[in-house]
Protein backbone atom coordinates (compact mmCIF):
# COMPACT_ATOMS: atom_id res chain seq x y z
CA UNK A 1 0.00 0.00 0.00
CA UNK A 2 1.37 3.62 -0.69
CA UNK A 3 1.84 5.71 1.80
CA UNK A 4 1.57 9.40 2.26
CA UNK A 5 4.34 11.52 3.68
CA UNK A 6 3.86 14.73 4.01
CA UNK A 7 5.80 17.90 4.76
CA UNK A 8 4.95 21.03 5.99
CA UNK A 9 7.10 23.13 6.35
CA UNK A 10 4.79 25.80 8.31
CA UNK A 11 6.66 29.37 8.49
CA UNK A 12 10.00 27.76 7.42
CA UNK A 13 12.70 27.82 6.55
CA UNK A 14 13.47 31.63 6.22
CA UNK A 15 14.91 31.65 2.24
CA UNK A 16 14.55 29.94 -0.67
CA UNK A 17 18.69 28.98 -0.22
CA UNK A 18 17.66 26.99 2.64
CA UNK A 19 14.23 25.48 1.07
CA UNK A 20 16.78 24.18 -2.09
CA UNK A 21 19.11 22.83 0.37
CA UNK A 22 16.31 20.77 1.77
CA UNK A 23 15.27 19.64 -1.16
CA UNK A 24 19.01 19.11 -2.74
CA UNK A 25 19.86 16.44 0.61
CA UNK A 26 16.25 14.41 -0.47
CA UNK A 27 17.03 14.30 -3.65
CA UNK A 28 20.71 13.36 -3.13
CA UNK A 29 18.82 10.59 -1.07
CA UNK A 30 16.03 9.69 -3.63
CA UNK A 31 18.90 9.31 -6.22
CA UNK A 32 20.93 6.57 -4.52
CA UNK A 33 17.89 4.72 -3.15
CA UNK A 34 18.23 0.96 -4.37
CA UNK A 35 14.76 -0.27 -3.58
CA UNK A 36 11.99 1.24 -5.03
CA UNK A 37 9.36 2.55 -2.55
CA UNK A 38 6.02 2.75 -2.94
CA UNK A 39 5.22 6.24 -1.36
CA UNK A 40 3.77 9.71 -2.50
CA UNK A 41 6.27 12.73 -0.47
CA UNK A 42 4.34 15.85 -0.85
CA UNK A 43 6.10 19.13 0.32
CA UNK A 44 4.14 22.15 1.51
CA UNK A 45 6.62 24.88 1.52
CA UNK A 46 5.34 28.50 2.21
CA UNK A 47 3.38 30.29 -0.35
CA UNK A 48 6.35 32.68 -1.37
CA UNK A 49 8.33 29.36 -2.16
CA UNK A 50 6.13 27.51 -4.31
CA UNK A 51 7.30 29.10 -7.38
CA UNK A 52 10.80 28.11 -7.39
CA UNK A 53 10.00 24.71 -5.25
CA UNK A 54 7.72 23.68 -7.89
CA UNK A 55 10.70 24.29 -10.57
CA UNK A 56 13.02 22.14 -8.72
CA UNK A 57 10.41 19.59 -8.25
CA UNK A 58 10.35 19.37 -11.98
CA UNK A 59 13.85 19.05 -12.42
CA UNK A 60 15.04 16.63 -10.73
CA UNK A 61 14.79 13.22 -8.77
CA UNK A 62 12.04 14.42 -6.87
CA UNK A 63 9.90 14.92 -9.81
CA UNK A 64 9.59 10.80 -9.74
CA UNK A 65 8.26 10.70 -6.25
CA UNK A 66 7.31 14.37 -5.15
CA UNK A 67 4.74 16.49 -5.13
CA UNK A 68 3.50 19.77 -4.16
CA UNK A 69 1.36 20.93 -1.36
CA UNK A 70 0.02 24.50 -0.60
CA UNK A 71 -0.65 25.34 3.51
CA UNK A 72 -4.16 27.40 2.76
CA UNK A 73 -6.47 28.35 -0.07
CA UNK A 74 -8.19 31.66 -0.41
CA UNK A 75 -11.99 31.67 -0.67
CA UNK A 76 -12.58 33.26 -3.55
CA UNK A 77 -10.87 31.94 -7.32
CA UNK A 78 -10.27 36.20 -7.87
CA UNK A 79 -10.75 39.46 -6.64
CA UNK A 80 -10.66 41.77 -3.30
CA UNK A 81 -9.30 39.38 -1.12
CA UNK A 82 -6.00 41.14 0.75
CA UNK A 83 -3.41 38.88 1.35
CA UNK A 84 -4.89 35.72 0.55
CA UNK A 85 -3.99 33.19 -2.95
CA UNK A 86 -6.30 31.46 -5.02
CA UNK A 87 -6.94 27.94 -6.09
CA UNK A 88 -6.15 28.88 -9.65
CA UNK A 89 -3.10 30.36 -8.86
CA UNK A 90 -1.75 27.67 -7.00
CA UNK A 91 -2.85 25.75 -9.90
CA UNK A 92 -0.54 27.21 -12.00
CA UNK A 93 2.44 26.82 -9.62
CA UNK A 94 1.87 23.18 -9.81
CA UNK A 95 -0.06 22.82 -6.70
CA UNK A 96 -1.92 19.26 -6.10
CA UNK A 97 -2.69 19.20 -2.66
CA UNK A 98 -3.74 21.72 -0.03
CA UNK A 99 -4.01 21.85 3.68
CA UNK A 100 -7.32 22.66 4.96
CA UNK A 101 -7.93 23.15 8.86
CA UNK A 102 -4.77 22.87 10.17
CA UNK A 103 -5.08 23.21 14.06
CA UNK A 104 -2.69 26.41 13.99
CA UNK A 105 -5.03 27.88 11.86
CA UNK A 106 -8.10 26.99 13.69
CA UNK A 107 -6.75 27.51 16.96
CA UNK A 108 -4.28 30.29 16.45
CA UNK A 109 -6.13 32.49 13.64
CA UNK A 110 -9.96 31.55 14.43
CA UNK A 111 -10.39 29.84 12.00
CA UNK A 112 -14.03 27.91 12.06
CA UNK A 113 -15.06 24.58 11.23
CA UNK A 114 -17.84 26.72 8.73
CA UNK A 115 -14.73 28.32 7.05
CA UNK A 116 -13.02 25.50 6.94
CA UNK A 117 -15.67 23.77 5.26
CA UNK A 118 -16.04 26.53 2.88
CA UNK A 119 -12.08 26.10 2.13
CA UNK A 120 -12.37 22.70 1.75
CA UNK A 121 -15.01 23.17 -0.82
CA UNK A 122 -12.93 25.88 -2.62
CA UNK A 123 -9.98 23.10 -2.83
CA UNK A 124 -12.57 20.70 -4.33
CA UNK A 125 -13.77 23.43 -7.01
CA UNK A 126 -10.58 23.63 -7.97
CA UNK A 127 -9.94 20.29 -8.86
CA UNK A 128 -7.45 20.40 -6.09
CA UNK A 129 -7.10 17.39 -2.97
CA UNK A 130 -7.32 18.67 0.05
CA UNK A 131 -5.57 17.37 3.05
CA UNK A 132 -8.66 17.68 5.78
CA UNK A 133 -6.64 18.37 9.08
CA UNK A 134 -8.90 17.52 12.64
CA UNK A 135 -8.31 16.34 16.04
CA UNK A 136 -9.16 16.94 19.47
CA UNK A 137 -7.35 19.57 21.84
CA UNK A 138 -7.23 17.47 24.82
CA UNK A 139 -7.70 13.36 25.42
CA UNK A 140 -10.68 13.13 27.23
CA UNK A 141 -13.81 11.17 27.54
CA UNK A 142 -15.52 12.97 24.70
CA UNK A 143 -13.02 13.13 22.20
CA UNK A 144 -14.34 10.34 20.15
CA UNK A 145 -17.99 12.19 20.86
CA UNK A 146 -15.61 16.03 19.24
CA UNK A 147 -13.78 14.03 16.69
CA UNK A 148 -17.18 13.18 14.88
CA UNK A 149 -18.78 16.66 15.12
CA UNK A 150 -15.96 18.11 14.14
CA UNK A 151 -15.55 15.75 11.09
CA UNK A 152 -19.08 16.19 10.25
CA UNK A 153 -18.79 19.90 10.64
CA UNK A 154 -16.03 20.45 8.58
CA UNK A 155 -16.81 18.11 5.56
CA UNK A 156 -20.86 19.34 6.05
CA UNK A 157 -22.71 19.40 2.41
CA UNK A 158 -20.33 17.50 0.40
CA UNK A 159 -20.98 14.59 -1.92
CA UNK A 160 -19.95 11.04 -1.42
CA UNK A 161 -17.75 11.44 -4.56
CA UNK A 162 -15.99 14.46 -2.80
CA UNK A 163 -15.75 12.79 0.73
CA UNK A 164 -13.82 9.57 -1.20
CA UNK A 165 -11.38 12.65 -2.42
CA UNK A 166 -10.85 13.96 1.15
CA UNK A 167 -7.06 12.73 3.32
CA UNK A 168 -7.56 13.17 6.11
CA UNK A 169 -5.03 14.24 8.71
CA UNK A 170 -5.64 12.94 12.26
CA UNK A 171 -3.27 15.46 14.56
CA UNK A 172 -4.54 15.83 17.99
CA UNK A 173 -3.68 19.40 18.95
CA UNK A 174 -1.33 18.37 22.02
CA UNK A 175 0.39 16.09 19.93
CA UNK A 176 1.96 18.83 18.10
CA UNK A 177 5.20 19.70 18.58
CA UNK A 178 5.28 23.36 18.85
CA UNK A 179 2.43 22.95 21.79
CA UNK A 180 3.46 22.80 25.51
CA UNK A 181 4.15 19.63 27.11
CA UNK A 182 3.50 18.17 23.45
CA UNK A 183 4.30 14.22 22.66
CA UNK A 184 3.28 11.79 19.98
CA UNK A 185 0.35 9.35 20.34
CA UNK A 186 0.19 5.77 20.55
CA UNK A 187 -0.13 4.21 17.40
CA UNK A 188 -3.47 2.10 19.76
CA UNK A 189 -4.62 5.29 20.64
CA UNK A 190 -4.35 6.19 17.14
CA UNK A 191 -5.93 3.63 15.81
CA UNK A 192 -9.24 4.13 17.54
CA UNK A 193 -9.40 7.92 16.06
CA UNK A 194 -8.51 6.46 12.73
CA UNK A 195 -11.71 4.11 13.28
CA UNK A 196 -14.00 6.74 14.14
CA UNK A 197 -12.82 8.84 11.18
CA UNK A 198 -13.33 5.78 8.74
CA UNK A 199 -16.82 5.30 10.53
CA UNK A 200 -17.85 8.70 9.89
CA UNK A 201 -16.59 8.74 6.66
CA UNK A 202 -15.62 5.27 4.78
CA UNK A 203 -13.58 2.18 5.12
CA UNK A 204 -11.48 2.98 2.62
CA UNK A 205 -10.84 6.53 4.01
CA UNK A 206 -7.39 7.66 3.26
CA UNK A 207 -6.24 8.62 7.14
CA UNK A 208 -2.63 10.18 8.02
CA UNK A 209 -1.38 10.73 11.48
CA UNK A 210 0.34 14.21 12.53
CA UNK A 211 2.20 15.28 16.09
CA UNK A 212 5.70 15.06 16.42
CA UNK A 213 6.19 12.50 14.42
CA UNK A 214 10.08 11.92 13.99
CA UNK A 215 12.54 9.34 12.84
CA UNK A 216 12.12 7.54 16.04
CA UNK A 217 8.03 6.75 15.93
CA UNK A 218 7.47 7.45 12.05
CA UNK A 219 7.78 3.71 11.48
CA UNK A 220 5.17 3.00 14.38
CA UNK A 221 2.67 4.60 12.43
CA UNK A 222 3.71 3.52 8.93
CA UNK A 223 3.91 -0.07 9.39
CA UNK A 224 0.28 0.08 10.49
CA UNK A 225 -2.18 -1.15 7.83
CA UNK A 226 -5.09 1.42 8.50
CA UNK A 227 -2.50 4.27 8.75
CA UNK A 228 -2.27 6.01 5.04
CA UNK A 229 0.74 8.30 5.99
CA UNK A 230 2.23 10.96 8.52
CA UNK A 231 1.83 14.48 8.86
CA UNK A 232 5.20 15.73 9.47
CA UNK A 233 5.81 19.27 10.80
CA UNK A 234 8.94 20.68 12.84
CA UNK A 235 11.22 17.85 11.31
CA UNK A 236 10.34 18.15 7.79
CA UNK A 237 12.79 21.07 7.68
CA UNK A 238 15.81 19.44 9.45
CA UNK A 239 17.04 17.60 6.19
CA UNK A 240 18.61 14.56 8.21
CA UNK A 241 15.73 13.85 10.37
CA UNK A 242 13.24 13.68 7.57
CA UNK A 243 15.62 11.70 5.44
CA UNK A 244 15.88 9.52 8.11
CA UNK A 245 11.51 9.43 7.97
CA UNK A 246 11.82 8.20 4.33
CA UNK A 247 14.54 5.70 4.84
CA UNK A 248 11.92 3.98 7.53
CA UNK A 249 9.70 3.16 4.60
P1 LIG B 1 4.80 18.49 14.23
O1 LIG B 1 3.69 19.23 13.39
O2 LIG B 1 5.28 17.33 13.40
O3 LIG B 1 5.87 19.53 14.44
O4 LIG B 1 4.18 18.04 15.50
C1 LIG B 1 2.70 18.54 12.69
C2 LIG B 1 1.75 19.54 12.13
O5 LIG B 1 1.50 20.57 12.77
O6 LIG B 1 1.23 19.36 11.02
Known sequence: MKKYIVANWKMNPQSVAEAEDILAY?????????????????ICPPF???????????TSQLSQQAELGAQDIALADSGAWTGEVSG????????????????????????????????LKTVLANDLTPIVCVGEKVRDNNFKEFLKNQLSATLAGLSDDEKGKCIIAYEPVW??????????????????????????LSPNTLVLYGGSVTSKNAKDFLLLEQIAGVLVGGVSVQKEEFVQILKNL
Not at 48 to 58: N, Q
Not at 175 to 200: C, G, M, Q, R
Open 26 to 42: IDEYLKNETEKKERSLI
Open 48 to 58: VFLDDISKILS
Open 88 to 119: PMLKRLGVSYVIVGHSERRWKMGESDELVNKK
Open 175 to 200: AISSNPDSHPDKPEDTLKAVNIIKEV
